[in-house]
């Protein structure tokens, strides 16, 4: 019912920065929040950041605070990840997800608060 298609991954240096994007269409009313995870080759899936359509409140995890911004583009159904000061650290698969339901700030964390998933787009950041 709702695609997401990620967009805006490569290849950058320590300390450079890259700009995702993720365009939503379908049934995408009623909609909640939109929001970034990322997976590493051997880790499980994280939490990266969430932005709520209505009212554009926004949540990071520590690691990301003051790098990273997600931010919202309404009439576009689209969301973008502003990465700064990247670290090889932030090297993963960033995916896109959405979820419907209205929840407290701490379920926006979890992967199984997701409805929708997008198929990923890569960020290696080389040292």
């Known amino acids: 019912q709702v695609q997401l298609v990620e967009s805006g991954g490569g290849l950058v240096q320590t300390g450079g920065f890259l700009r995702l994007s993720c365009a939503a269409s379908g049934r995408t009313g009623g909609g909640y929040a939109m929001a970034w995870f990322r997976q590493a080759p051997g880790k499980e899936r994280a939490f990266v950041a969430a932005?709520?359509?209505?009212?554009?409140?926004?949540y990071y995890t520590d690691s990301v605070k003051g790098r990273f911004t997600i931010s919202r583009d309404t009439a576009k159904n689209t969301v973008y990840l502003q990465m700064n000061s990247l670290k090889p650290e932030d090297t993963a698969v960033y995916y896109c997800?959405?979820?419907?339901?209205?929840?407290?700030?701490?379920?926006?964390?979890?992967?199984?608060?997701?409805?929708?998933w997008g198929q990923g787009t890569q960020v290696t950041v080389s040292s």
């Open positions: 932005i709520t359509w209505s009212g554009s409140n926004t």
């Open positions: 997800a959405t979820t419907k339901t209205s929840t407290s700030a701490g379920y926006l964390r979890l992967v199984s608060q997701y409805d929708y």
